[in-house]
């Protein structure tokens, strides 16, 4: 009989631990969502709204400037799995220097916790850059010209250069939709594939770093004296913006809550 009991005894354990430890997997594997925050930076000075026409910028040509005015669009976030699977997630958000509340997005979407890799595209890639579209951007003034191609911008970045002079000078540096020719337009968007490993869970928050600099120098030296306003229209100046972005954004601090 004690062998009888001591045999129960110990399935009733076996069952017990077996159930704590699948209520316990069960917790850690519900699904996940993770917030970013984006900061904006001129190499490695941070840029803030107070910054907005007081602080002045050398850029890599020698021209002194100030910015009145940067936004710009991400979309298209993903978390790629080890194996290369991406989780999508809906949403874009709008980020504007002037508004601290664009500066935390949390999409719609979730993942298993774990180890991903990052994914997002600079403005709408072809098949979400659709014309009048969305409201908030229509509301926001972010619409790109139907006759340079429609859709909306991808950055919008305003100041004014030589301001270390008597004769300081405005510039435009808009990007969007390339025109090649009258009627004829090219996909301009920007995607990054971050290869370092985030590992996602509860209260996950990503960072992602704009460097304003490298609008100015890499991989294309940027010469305002040449490239200022009536940027928009102009080919050439939209794929040297192009180039140009696609070293601006890093990752920043990843946190867990």
């Known amino acids: 009989m004690k062998h009888i009991f001591l045999i129960a005894l110990c399935c009733m354990l076996s069952f017990s631990c077996s159930e704590n430890n699948d209520d316990k997997l069960g917790s850690n594997n519900q699904n996940v969502t993770p917030t970013f925050v984006f900061s904006q930076h001129w190499d490695d000075t941070t840029i803030t709204n107070a910054d907005i026409?007081?602080?002045?910028?050398?850029?890599?040509?020698?021209?002194?400037?100030?910015?009145?005015?940067?936004?710009?669009?991400?979309?298209?976030?993903?978390?790629?799995?080890?194996?290369?699977?991406?989780?999508?997630?809906?949403?874009?958000?709008?980020?504007?220097?002037?508004?601290?509340?664009?500066?935390?997005?949390?999409?719609?979407?979730?993942?298993?916790?774990?180890?991903?890799?990052?994914?997002?595209?600079?403005?709408?890639?072809?098949?979400?850059?659709?014309?009048?579209?969305?409201?908030?951007?229509?509301?926001?003034?972010?619409?790109?010209?139907?006759?340079?191609?429609?859709?909306?911008?991808?950055?919008?970045?305003?100041?004014?250069?030589?301001?270390?002079?008597?004769?300081?000078?405005?510039?435009?540096?808009h990007n969007g939709t390339a025109m090649v020719s009258e009627g004829e337009f090219e996909q301009n968007h920007t995607v990054f594939n971050f290869t370092e490993s985030i590992t996602i869970a509860e209260g996950t928050t990503i960072e992602i770093k704009f460097n304003v600099a490298e609008l100015f120098k890499n991989p294309n030296l940027w010469d305002l004296n040449v490239y200022n306003t009536s940027l928009m229209p102009n080919y050439d100046a939209q794929k040297l913006m192009q180039q140009n972005i696609a070293s601006a954004f890093t990752l920043g601090s990843i946190s867990q809550q």
């Open 53 to 173: 026409e007081n602080t002045s910028y050398t850029n890599a040509n020698g021209e002194v400037l100030t910015i009145t005015r940067l936004r710009y669009l991400l979309s298209g976030f993903q978390l790629l799995d080890n194996n290369g699977n991406p989780i999508s997630f809906q949403g874009y958000n709008l980020v504007e220097l002037s508004n601290a509340e664009t500066m935390t997005f949390t999409p719609s979407g979730s993942v298993t916790p774990g180890e991903y890799t990052l994914r997002f595209v600079f403005g709408f890639d072809e098949a979400n850059n659709i014309d009048g579209a969305y409201t908030d951007l229509n509301t926001a003034s972010w619409n790109w010209p139907e006759m340079l191609g429609g859709g909306y911008h991808f950055l919008q970045l305003d100041g004014q250069y030589n301001v270390n002079t008597t004769a300081p000078l405005p510039f435009n540096y």
